[in-house]
């Protein structure tokens, strides 16, 4: 009778694994939806934009750690300045990246506009995490001189996407600079 805690093992065991991986896939949703996401995020859309950016002889700028035209404000992650041979040299696009689940349109345009007004930029490129972005909202769209974009950065088939809305983003600052 002594090989009964052995059957009674594999069983504890069964039980175990599932409350684990449970556990970590709990602490992987939170966070990302912390703001540790956020910058993680963040720092995801300038590593899929920079060398996009770089190819097309634009100069791509970090800057969402340094208050920009307004006073303590720092609205705008990146900021994209067309390059030298561009026909609008010298136009600057300001990127914004958030995965927070606290948007909707509206707050995602006005939140642009601040982005444009504190970076003297005149388009916002504002990319929304895919997970968080808000409900029924395009995965690519213009409006004004702002173009908002669905990124996933776990799935790479919407990178296309996200090369796309910045291709549309050059357009408006070229068209706005002409």
Known sequence: HHDEPQAERPHEFETRVPALLERVAVRRDETRRSTLHGNEFEARVGQQLEPLCQAAGDVFDAVGSLAGVIPRCKTGDFVVTLGPD????????????????????????????????????SVCLFVHAARTAPAGLAELARYGNDVVVLWDDDDPATDVRLRAALLVAKALALRGAE
């Open 86 to 121: 561009s026909a609008g040299a010298g136009a600057a696009i300001v990127v914004e990246a958030k995965a927070s689940g606290a948007y909707t349109l509206k707050s995602t345009l006005e939140e642009a506009d601040s982005a444009r007004r504190n970076r003297a930029a």
